[in-house]
């Protein structure tokens, strides 16, 4: 009997995965240039598949393509902050309270926070922190809303990355995942979602002050003062 092969992953898929790991742990900076041949070297591959993973990063965000500057990891600012911070307000507190009002296993964003609670450094913890907020939305019952949301979540954590650099917030965020996945657990659907609308209006307004989430921010301030009195 003869025995099948594991399959061995496509080289593309690895520095893929590899680059944008790097972007999103801060080991690859905003404005950084990233050069097909020192990739391909360190790396050890050839430059096609350098060359492809570059492109679908581009496709999603993560890079910039330039045909004067190259390659280069996409810039953090105000405007970006705006633009992914604006969907995931609309949409990713709707998600959730349809994941609760379903009753959906929500076993996965238990995990990833104790994850994210053991974690014993930036890189590990963020990884988690976007697998907690993937599992509250992902198990909504609607795959699209799902995938709409699954386009934005790298930016999301580009933009994390650059305002966790700036000024590390860990302790209070997770705190406030604390407070969601209780409320979800509980079957307050509604409560989740508010909780969820001012966990993400008050990041951003912190990291992104000139986003202009000036009314998003103070709902959120006054919704963590009601929950606290």
């Known amino acids: 009997m003869t025995s099948v092969p594991t399959p061995i992953p496509s080289r593309t898929q690895y520095v893929l995965e590899e680059i944008k790991r790097r972007i999103l742990t801060g ?14 070297a360190q790396f050890g ?3 096609t598949p350098v060359r492809e993973a ?26 970006m ?6 969907v995931r307000l609309l949409l ?13 296993s929500l076993d996965d964003a238990r995990e990833a926070l104790t994850r994210a609670d053991e974690a014993t450094d930036t890189a590990e913890r963020s990884l988690a922190n976007r697998e907690f907020h993937r599992a509250l939305y992902l198990p909504c019952g609607n795959p699209l809303l799902g995938r709409m949301l699954d386009e934005v ?3 999301a954590a580009l933009v994390s990355a650059v305002a966790w650099a700036a000024d590390p917030s860990w302790e209070r965020e ?8 209780d409320l979800a657990l509980a079957g307050d659907a509604d409560g989740a979602a508010r ?11 912190r990291a992104f002050p000139e986003a202009g989430f000036e009314a998003e921010f103070a709902a959120a301030e006054e919704y963590r003062k009601d929950g606290q009195a």
């Open 92 to 104: 990713e507190p709707e998600a959730l309270k349809r994941a609760v009002r379903r009753g959906a």
């Open 174 to 181: 997770a705190d406030e995942h604390r407070v969601i996945l």
């Open 195 to 205: 909780a969820l609308h001012a966990h993400i209006a008050s990041f951003v307004r």
């Open 45 to 47: 591959v050839s430059k």
């Open 153 to 155: 979540r790298d930016q």
């Open 54 to 79: 570059l492109k679908t990063l581009a496709g999603t965000g993560l890079v910039v393509m330039s045909q004067y500057k190259g390659v280069t990891v996409r810039m953090v600012d105000a405007d």
């Open 27 to 40: 080991r690859l900076t905003p404005g950084q240039a990233l050069v097909e041949t020192d990739l391909a």
């Open 81 to 86: 902050a705006r633009e992914v911070y604006d």
